[in-house]
């Protein structure tokens, strides 16, 4: 009688342990945390290269190895890019990316000071 | 070892488990995560707001220019709506000639409605000093009006454009200033856009003045 007492109490402890750490720790859903601070980092580094009026310069032309160029000093070290720009939304092409871990932003410029040229633009980012 | 020791153990581990999750702070964690998510779509709504500017840059030599702008927006809400938002709004243009003191000048207005939603009543109050208004019934989802207004001014000045529409019952108002300058052509852009993401509804509201080159628009 005394041993089945003992090992009620042992299964109680563990119980009771197991539902606070479940209680506990369930809700948390960090998912996303980390891609989601790219996306703010991929964001700012294209504003950047459009302040500068490099963007709408080489968006126009379709240069996208000199904006990839001038992309890597701006983005983390470990992440690959790619930039697509599309005229129109049915022209836009995807990469082939084979990674699970990717996302996308898309940027707008409506042109230059002599061009009125709208262009999407959107940096891929992976690792 | 006692059973009872079991749950005196028990309860430390849970009294461990517990500051370890309030250190953590995940909370503040999981808000912060919520917070960055709320800034990107204050960030792209930003940079529609600094792409209608370059539409209205790149379109200053250009007769078009309202044409051009409401283009981009609808390149961009076009491209939105595929990704699941919501870009909204209306957009009030204006563009005069050069103005010649006591002449009178015709001010061409535009008003594109991308609501989402059919305008059932859309009057535009003008006010030179008295007041001229203007209705319109039933202006669908992504459709635009045209419409003129006169003045003759003998001095610089500021009339105002009062917007007024009914949607779904609701009525909502909008003022622009137009500013007059004798000598001087001008483009008076009002934009009220809405980005509506999963994450979050950001909403802006601003007015482009731009004054016209005098050869242009005569």
Same mark, same amino acid.
């Given at each position: ?17 197991? #539902? $606070? ?6 809700? $948390? ?10 996306? #703010? ?20 032309? /379709? ?15 470990? #992440?690959?890019?790619? $930039? ?12 082939? $990316?084979?990674?699970?871990?990717? #996302? ?7 042109? /230059? ?15 | ?6 749950? +005196?153990?028990? &309860? ?21 995560? *919520? ?17 209608? *500017?370059?539409?209205? &840059? ?6 078009? !220019? ?23 709004? &209306? %957009?009030?243009?204006? +563009? ?21 939603? *059919? ?13 001229? %208004? ?31 529409? +009914?949607?779904?019952?609701?009525? +909502? ?8 300058? !004798?000598?001087?052509? *001008? ?16 909403? !802006? ?14």
């Amino acid at each position: 009688m005394i041993k089945m007492l003992k090992v009620f109490e042992v299964i109680i402890a563990i119980v009771s342990v197991s #539902i $606070i750490f479940i209680l506990t720790y369930k809700s $948390i859903d960090l998912s996303g945390f980390e891609t989601i601070n790219w996306k #703010i980092v991929g964001f700012n580094a294209l504003k950047a290269i459009d302040d500068n009026g490099f963007l709408a310069k080489y968006a126009i032309d /379709n240069d996208t190895s000199n904006l990839n160029n001038f992309l890597k000093p701006l983005l983390p070290l470990g #992440i690959n890019h790619d $930039i697509v720009i599309c005229f129109d939304l049915s022209s836009c092409s995807k990469p082939n $990316i084979s990674s699970t871990k990717i #996302i996308t932003v898309d940027y707008y410029i409506a042109g /230059n000071a002599t061009l009125f040229a709208p262009r999407k633009i959107i940096l891929y980012m992976w690792s | 070892m006692k059973g009872q020791m079991f749950i +005196i153990l028990a &309860i430390i581990v849970i009294t461990i488990l517990t500051v370890l999750k309030l250190s953590l702070n995940i909370n503040n964690i999981i808000e912060r995560n *919520k917070s960055i998510k709320s800034d990107l779509s204050n960030l792209q709504i930003q940079n529609i707001e600094r792409g209608i *500017k370059q539409a209205l &840059i790149s379109s200053y030599n250009l007769f078009n !220019i309202s044409e051009n702008v409401n283009y981009f927006i609808n390149f961009v809400r076009l491209s939105e709506s595929g990704k699941g938002n919501i870009l909204s709004g &209306i %957009s009030v243009q204006s +563009i005069y000639p050069y103005v010649k003191t006591g002449e009178t000048t015709i001010m061409n207005t535009s008003v594109y409605n991308f609501l989402g939603l *059919k305008i059932d009543n859309l009057t535009l109050i003008w006010n030179n000093g008295t007041n001229y %208004s203007q209705s319109f019934s039933n202006l669908e989802d992504n459709s635009t009006i045209f419409t003129t207004f006169s003045f003759t001014a003998t001095s610089n000045t500021n009339y105002t454009l009062l917007v007024k529409y +009914i949607i779904e019952n609701e009525t +909502i108002t909008k003022n622009i200033t137009i500013p007059v300058s !004798i000598g001087n052509s *001008k483009f008076i852009g009002f934009y009220s856009i809405k980005l509506s993401t999963v994450y979050s509804n950001p909403s !802006i509201e601003f007015t482009n003045v731009v004054t016209l080159n005098q050869t242009q628009y005569t």
